[in-house]
């Protein structure tokens, strides 16, 4: 990513969706820019394509199902978002295919966003850190099912249903990419985007990660950019133009 060349994102839109594979995924990096558009009052939803519950070492993904769906309802909360759905794909073991672009196509024919926000899906994340294969898969997918939710002729039993095709998203972004070369400013709500970061205690605590602060974690990334950006903290999205 180079963060010499940050240019501000085009925040001129109403309605986005984001579309992830787990809970958590947005809080670890970009809950501070969804609070920052809630508060401006846009409105979000969110969609999980797993519950994470897989996520817990030493729980059941039976006992951490519930566990993990609840955390991720008050973590949306608590940056303004009321709408969260979960798809119910097995976590860990997401494979990329038709029926996930189906699920995810469906989504944004419900909700009919502007905007789609998705994780990234490149090999690694910033810093080298190598990517996990249901972010892979589902980022992929999503870029996919915005074409598809565009076509009549694709999924088109969905609109059986009373749906229509859906061609308004304009863009895709997507969060802690090493492409992204635009940046928003989070440093009003960057308070708001650790509380959400926390509200997954029990996924936190299974980690095993000694002595996690997630303000510092945050702040760490959000520094790093906000220096680039020219503010206090910013996070940072690639943009891919549908």
């Given at each position: ?11 001129d ?23 920052r ?113 565009a ?63 997630a ?7 959000t ?16 943009v891919?133009?549908?």
């Open positions: 990513m180079d963060t010499d060349a940050l240019a501000p994102l085009d925040e839109f109403s309605t986005a969706l984001v579309v992830v594979a787990h809970p958590d995924d947005m809080e670890f990096g970009g809950a501070a820019a969804i609070a558009w809630t508060g401006q009052g846009r409105r979000i939803a969110y969609v999980m394509v797993t519950s994470g519950e897989a996520g817990i070492d030493g729980t059941s993904p039976e006992e951490a199902r519930p566990v993990r769906e609840a955390e991720q309802v008050d973590s949306a909360r608590l940056v303004g978002v009321e709408e969260v759905e979960f798809l119910g794909f097995p976590d860990g073991v997401v494979e990329y295919g038709l029926p996930l672009r189906a699920a995810i196509a469906h989504a944004i024919r419900r909700h009919r966003p502007e905007i789609v926000i998705t994780l990234n899906f490149r090999a690694e994340f910033p810093g080298g850190v190598l990517n996990q294969a249901d972010h892979v898969a589902v980022g992929r997918a999503v870029v996919d099912a915005v074409r598809d939710a076509n009549r002729w694709v999924f088109a039993d969905q609109l059986d249903d009373g749906l229509e095709r859906w061609d308004g998203v304009r863009e895709v972004w997507v969060a802690a990419s090493p492409r992204a070369e635009h940046a928003v400013d989070v440093t009003d709500t960057f308070d708001d985007g650790v509380a959400s970061l926390r509200a997954h205690s029990a996924y936190i605590a299974g980690l095993g990660w000694e002595d996690f602060d303000g510092e974690f945050l702040g760490r990334i520094r790093d950019n906000g220096e680039a950006f020219g503010t206090e903290h910013a996070t940072t999205f690639e891919l133009r549908m």
